[in-house]
């Protein structure tokens, strides 16, 4: 199934540190996408990395995939206290109706 | 331009009582989903259109769950005789055509019965 498992579950840093999350799943994938969800609010997109990349930078995240492991991490460096949230990733094969979504990694982030 | 908008924010209904639940998505994203969020989990997907066709309803949770997108644009999920079980929240997101595009969800709405 295309469902991502983000681990650790829960994660607290203080700020300035690097947070880092990882992502497993169990299928071929055309990309992977990693998403971030404020308490109360919708999910916003993040980055996607396509399955022919090994790395992405956007700004202060650093995505990784890796798919002979089937794994990618997302990191966060310098991290604010306006980071904290839940962090989800999403491996689609190709078909974004077969998402199945974990349970996030939940981050939080202390001033 | 605007993103996904969801209404209500916050929906309280007593047992039994039918919701009704709006989504207006980004405008020409011919992709939308609903989704259900209980507290502490991931989404869990609902139904699928593509333009006005329902595509997927595989997870809608009983035959009390409905939803339309009549025109292609704004879609309604509705929720006949409402139970405690159906207290979550309601997310919708629409994407550009495709099944590759990143998602783009609204706020959701919280719906709370008792």
């Known amino acids: 199934s295309q469902q991502g498992e983000e681990d650790p579950q829960a994660l607290s840093i203080q700020e300035g540190e690097n947070a880092t999350m990882n992502c497993s799943y169990k299928t071929s994938i055309n990309n992977l996408q990693w998403y971030r969800q404020n308490s109360g609010r919708g999910l916003v997109h993040l980055i996607l990395?396509?399955?022919n990349e090994r790395e992405k930078h956007s700004g202060r995240l650093r995505v990784t995939l890796d798919t002979s492991k089937k794994s990618s991490s997302l990191l966060i460096t310098a991290s604010r206290a306006a980071d904290t949230a839940s962090y989800f990733c999403?491996?689609?094969?190709?078909?974004?109706?077969?998402?199945?979504w974990g349970l996030g990694t939940s981050l939080a982030v202390n001033p | 331009g605007a993103g996904v908008s969801q209404s209500p924010r916050y929906k309280v209904a007593k047992r039994g009582q039918d919701v009704a639940l709006r989504c207006d998505p980004i405008s020409g994203h011919v992709s939308l989903f609903w989704y259900q969020q209980a507290l502490g989990q991931g989404p869990e997907f609902l139904t699928y259109?593509?333009?006005?066709?329902?595509?997927?309803k595989s997870g809608l949770p009983s035959d009390r769950f409905f939803a339309e997108r009549p025109e292609g644009s704004v879609s309604t999920l509705k929720i006949q005789r409402t139970q405690q079980e159906d207290s979550a929240v309601y997310l919708c997101?629409?994407?550009?055509?495709?099944?590759?595009?990143?998602?783009?969800f609204g706020n959701g709405t919280r719906l709370t019965v008792t």
């Open positions: 259109f593509q333009n006005e066709a329902q595509l997927d």
């Open positions: 990395i396509r399955s």
């Open positions: 999403a491996p689609n094969a190709g078909n974004n109706r077969k998402l199945i």
């Open positions: 997101a629409s994407s550009r055509q495709g099944d590759y595009s990143p998602l783009h």
